[in-house]
C-alpha cells in the first residue's frame, strides 16, 4: 500500500461504551429517588452505546420515512413507511417503559428513573423519542375524560410495541400523538379554525380542518383541537374507528424539517374524521395543557442528553488526537473549552433531573413539589434547550473538519439541537408562562426560592446571584416593559437555580467553575472562557467515556 494511505493521528471509534456511565446522571438518579432504577439505566446505557444501536440510529437517520397516500390500486391509505430499524428503536423503548412506565409504576421515583432511561436512550437516536415523549404525555390529558382513560391507559402504558393501522383496542399496545398548531396560528392555538360538529352520538364530534404541525402521523390515536359549539375543545381522534374502517385523516405531505429525519411530521387535514371529546367544550386549552406540560420535562431532558452526547464525543476526540506537538486535551485552551461544555451539560442534567423528581413527588400529591415544577419546568426548559445549539456547535468544533462531516454523527446532533425549544413552544412562549405562572401562582415563586435556598451560605457567588434575582423579582413591572424582560429574568432565574443544585449536589469543581464564571461574570460569551484557577482536569474527567469504551477505542488504535 501506498505510503499516502497510511492511516495516522486519527481517533478510533467510540463504540462499545456505557451511555449512562454519566457521574451527573447516576449521582441525580440516586438522589431524586429512582436508585433502584439503575441496573436497568445502565443496561439500557449499554445498549445505547453498543455498535448495534449506533448502527439503527445511522440507518433510521439516513434513510428518511417514505409517505404514501395511495395504494397501488388508487385507494386511499395514508400510511408512513419507516426503515425497519425505526422500529427497533421503538420497541426497545417502549419494552423498557420510556413511553408510559410511570403511570402503571407507584414507586416512588418512576418519574425519574424514565427521565434517566430517555437520557441514555435518546443517544441511540433521538428521531424516536418524539411519539415516545407524546404517549407519555398524553395519559394525564386522557384523565381529564375517565371513561376514555379506563379503556386507552393500559393500552398506551403496555410495555408492547404493535405497530401498523388497527382497531387501538385491538391492539398489545397505543403509540399517540399530538396535533394542535395550524398555519394561521401556530402556538396561539386559541386561532384554530378545524371545526367539531356533534354527531349525536354521545361525545363523538366529527372535525374538519387542516393542521400545520402533526408529528408520528402513524400513531394510533391523537389528541387534538377543534372549535366545537362550546369553544376551543381537546378531542382523541384514533387513526382506525371501531368499525375497522379507516378514520378520514388525510396525510397531506411529510415535512422536511431542520432536524432529525428518522421521524415523520406531517400536513393532515381532518374530513369529518370523527373524535371523541376529552374533558368539557371550551376547556380544551387547560386539557391538553397537560400534556404540553409533561413533553416540556422531556424537552429539557433530552437537551441535556444531547449536551452529554456531544462533550463525550468531544473529550473522546481530544485525548486521541494530537497537533502542535501534544495531545488535544493536554493544551490549556482546548481544556478550557472542554471543561466549559462539561459544566454545561452538567448543569443541564442535574437541573432536569431534579425537575423530574418535581414531576414524581408532585404526582403522589406533593404541593410543594408541584408549584416547583409548575415553575422550574418552564425556566429550565428556556434556558436549556436555549443553550443546546451552541454546545452542539462548540462540540463539533472541537473535532474541526472530522465533526463537519456526517460520518462523525456531530452534524446530526448539531441539527437536533434547536429542536426541544421550539416544541410545544418556542423560546418566547416559555419565557411568557414563566410570567404567567408567577402572576397566577405567586406561591410558585417562594417554592422556587425555598429549592435555591437550601444552598443558602454554601457560595458567596450563588448568595450574590440569588440576592440580584429577588431584588429583580421584587420590581417586575407590568406589562410590555415587563415582556420585554422576560428572558432576561428567566435567564437568571434558570442560572440561580443550576447553581445552587450544583453547590448542593455537584462535583466541587464544577460547581466552583460554574458559580466563578454563569453567576460571578466572569466569563465571556463562547464557551472556552472560564476564568483561571480551576480544577479543569477534575471537570474534563467527569465529562470522559467510560472505562470499556477506553479500553476498546485503545484496543482499536
Known amino acids: 500500500m501506498p505510503r499516502t494511505h497510511e492511516v495516522t493521528n486519527q481517533v478510533p471509534p467510540l463504540v462499545g461504551h456505557d451511555v449512562s456511565a454519566d457521574p451527573a446522571l447516576l449521582e441525580s438518579l440516586r438522589r431524586e429517588g429512582a436508585g433502584w432504577a439503575e441496573a436497568e439505566v445502565r443496561e439500557l446505557g449499554v445498549l445505547a452505546g453498543g455498535e448495534e444501536a449506533q448502527e439503527w440510529g445511522r440507518l433510521a437517520e439516513r434513510n428518511a420515512p417514505v409517505l404514501h397516500t395511495h395504494d397501488r390500486y388508487g385507494h386511499r391509505v395514508d400510511e408512513v413507511e419507516f426503515h425497519p430499524y425505526w422500529h427497533e428503536l421503538m420497541t426497545v423503548a417502549v419494552r423498557h417503559g420510556l413511553h408510559g412506565a410511570p403511570w402503571r409504576d407507584e414507586r416512588p421515583g418512576a418519574h425519574v428513573a424514565r427521565a434517566a432511561k430517555v437520557f441514555v436512550w435518546g443517544q441511540a437516536d433521538p428521531g424516536h423519542l418524539c411519539p415516545i415523549s407524546m404517549t407519555y404525555a398524553a395519559v394525564p390529558a386522557l384523565r381529564a375524560q375517565p371513561d376514555l382513560a379506563e379503556v386507552y391507559e393500559p393500552l398506551l402504558t403496555s410495555p408492547f410495541y404493535d405497530f401498523g393501522l388497527r382497531e387501538p383496542t385491538s391492539k398489545r399496545g397505543l403509540i399517540a400523538g399530538m396535533s394542535m398548531t395550524e398555519k394561521q396560528g401556530g402556538s396561539d392555538v386559541r386561532a384554530n379554525t378545524t371545526r367539531a360538529v356533534p354527531t349525536g352520538e354521545d361525545g363523538v364530534y366529527a372535525l374538519t380542518g387542516h393542521k400545520w404541525f402533526t408529528s408520528a402521523p402513524m400513531s394510533d390515536v391523537f389528541l387534538t383541537l377543534a372549535q366545537a359549539p362550546g369553544g376551543l375543545s381537546c378531542f382523541l381522534v384514533p387513526r382506525v374507528l371501531p368499525d375497522g374502517t379507516r378514520n378520514a385523516i388525510r396525510l397531506q405531505r411529510l415535512k422536511d424539517k431542520l432536524g432529525n429525519r428518522s421521524n415523520a411530521s406531517s400536513e393532515i387535514e381532518y374530513e369529518g374524521a370523527l373524535g371523541r371529546l376529552v374533558g368539557e367544550e371550551g376547556r380544551g386549552v387547560a386539557t391538553i395543557i397537560r400534556m404540553v406540560n409533561m413533553t416540556r420535562l422531556d424537552c429539557a431532558i433530552s437537551s441535556a442528553s444531547g ?224 476564568p483561571p484557577g480551576l480544577d479543569t482536569a477534575a471537570i474534563i474527567e467527569r465529562g470522559r467515556p467510560d472505562a470499556t469504551a477506553t479500553a476498546t477505542a485503545t484496543a482499536t488504535a
Request: charged share 25%.
Open 307 to 530: 449536551m452529554r452526547q456531544g462533550l463525550v464525543q468531544a473529550v473522546h476526540h481530544a485525548t486521541y488526537r494530537s497537533a502542535f506537538g501534544a495531545r488535544l486535551v493536554d493544551q490549556p485552551l482546548m481544556t478550557n473549552v472542554l471543561a466549559d461544555l462539561a459544566v454545561e451539560a452538567e448543569a443541564a442534567t442535574v437541573a432536569g433531573l431534579r425537575l423530574a423528581g418535581a414531576v414524581d413527588r408532585a404526582a403522589a400529591g406533593d404541593a410543594e413539589e408541584e408549584l416547583l415544577r409548575r415553575i422550574g419546568l418552564a425556566v429550565t426548559k428556556y434556558w436549556v434547550c436555549k443553550r443546546a445549539p451552541a454546545h452542539a456547535a462548540e462540540a463539533l468544533e472541537c473535532l474541526g473538519g472530522n465533526g463537519y462531516v456526517e460520518d462523525s454523527g456531530l452534524p446530526r446532533l448539531y441539527r437536533e439541537s434547536p429542536l426541544p425549544s421550539i416544541w410545544e413552544g418556542s423560546g418566547n412562549v416559555a419565557a411568557l408562562d414563566v410570567l404567567r405562572a408567577m402572576g397566577r401562582q405567586p406561591q410558585a415563586v417562594e417554592a422556587f426560592f425555598a429549592e435555591v435556598d437550601r444552598a443558602a451560605g454554601a457560595d458567596r457567588r450563588l448568595e450574590a446571584a440569588t440576592a440580584r434575582l429577588r431584588k429583580d423579582l421584587g420590581d417586575l413591572g407590568d406589562g410590555a416593559a415587563l415582556q420585554y424582560r422576560a428572558r432576561r429574568l428567566v435567564e437568571h432565574m434558570a442560572l440561580v437555580l443550576q447553581g445552587s443544585l450544583l453547590v448542593r449536589h455537584g462535583h466541587p469543581a464544577v460547581a466552583d467553575a460554574f458559580c466563578a464564571s454563569r453567576l460571578d461574570g466572569d466569563w465571556g460569551i463562547a464557551f472556552g472562557t472560564l
